[in-house]
């Protein structure tokens, strides 16, 4: 397991004056990072799979099989564990109110440190609302959770509430280029200034794109100009319910690094049916491990055209 030690102890590297500057680590670069999703450990059903788990020694004990299989499926590359948080989940709007629930800073003593002491990173994952992700991310700086190494973020434009609307989600949202851009020029500024020493991931979730073009909105709008930052991974994640036949065609065409050059890091989501969920929030059926790393293909004869770096379960 892929230990942070400068998490652990909640501790910042700093750099002597007349030394050059340090090279940061990627997590996504030398590591697979499994993570499991949902609004908290307890919460459950409709609200991810995390919250079937009643504390982080639950997770541990019941992900351990998948992260051998995952490490069989990869190649052997070390797989760090994360707790996908739904840090800021969108509630129908109020006026005047950003459509935000967020969660109290207990989250660093409930999940950051015992993450941390594990070697697994958290992942503050926010839903927009009326908010945008230039404002979350410096929500997130604000409150302290960043200067933790083991600590990345995620945006979901599913959820960024369309002009005229109240209820997130209805219709599907998008999100600015410029604004991720934003994003991660002022996580890249921060990782700069806290001499962290591992770059910061940003995730993204998207289900609509130009390069799928079947209906559903595009979900980052002028997605062409997204560009890179030294200290921050950009990760784009195919997210959205589906068939597998529906995922890997979406997951090959909206992470190609062919029809977007800037695209380095890809990760997808995979809903799994929780004990007690009416909803239909599932895949039908779930991807196996062998097929969402390509070593199977799936039973049409189509085949992840690259591993994911990031591989959620919701």
Avoid at 52 to 57: A, E, F, L, S, V
Avoid at 59 to 66: F, G, K, N, R, V
Avoid at 244 to 252: E, L, S, T
Wanted: charged share 20%.
């Amino acid at each position: 397991m892929l230990l942070l030690a400068a998490a652990a102890a909640g501790q910042r590297t700093t750099d002597a004056p007349d030394q050059p500057a340090c090279v940061r680590r990627s997590l996504v670069g030398s590591a697979t990072v499994y993570g499991i999703y949902g609004r908290g450990f307890g919460v459950a059903p409709i609200l991810g799979r995390l919250g079937t788990y009643r504390n982080i020694d639950d997770m541990a004990a019941d992900t351990a099989p998948q992260v051998e299989q995952i490490e069989a499926a990869n190649g052997g590359k070390p797989v760090v564990r994360a707790i996908h948080l739904i840090y800021a989940m969108a509630t129908p709007c109020q006026a005047g109110g950003d459509c935000l629930s967020y969660l109290g800073r207990d989250i660093i003593a409930r999940y950051i440190e015992p993450a941390a002491a594990r070697g697994w990173v958290v992942v503050l994952d926010s839903q927009l609302g009326r908010s945008n992700p230039v404002e979350q991310v410096r929500h997130m700086i604000a409150a302290g959770f960043l200067r933790y190494d083991n600590v990345e973020v995620a945006i979901d434009p599913e959820f960024h509430v369309v002009p005229g609307n109240s209820v997130p989600g209805i219709p599907i949202g998008s999100v600015e280029a410029a604004q991720v851009n934003e994003a991660e020029r002022i996580l890249d500024e921060y990782v700069r200034a806290e001499n962290l020493p591992t770059k910061k991931i940003l995730e993204v979730h998207q289900f609509g794109d130009p390069a799928v073009n079947d209906g559903v909105p595009f979900m980052i709008r002028n997605k062409e100009s997204l560009r890179d930052c030294p200290n921050v991974d950009l990760v784009i994640d195919m997210d959205g319910l589906g068939t597998p036949a529906q995922k890997v065609w979406k997951y090959n065409r909206i992470t190609s690094s062919r029809i977007y050059p800037f695209i380095h890091f890809r990760g997808i989501k995979v809903f799994y049916r929780d004990p007690g969920e009416t909803h239909g929030h599932f895949d039908r059926p779930p991807m196996t491990i062998e097929e969402v790393f390509g070593i199977r293909p799936i039973p049409n004869g189509l085949r992840m055209a690259s591993k994911p770096d990031v591989l959620i379960i919701a």
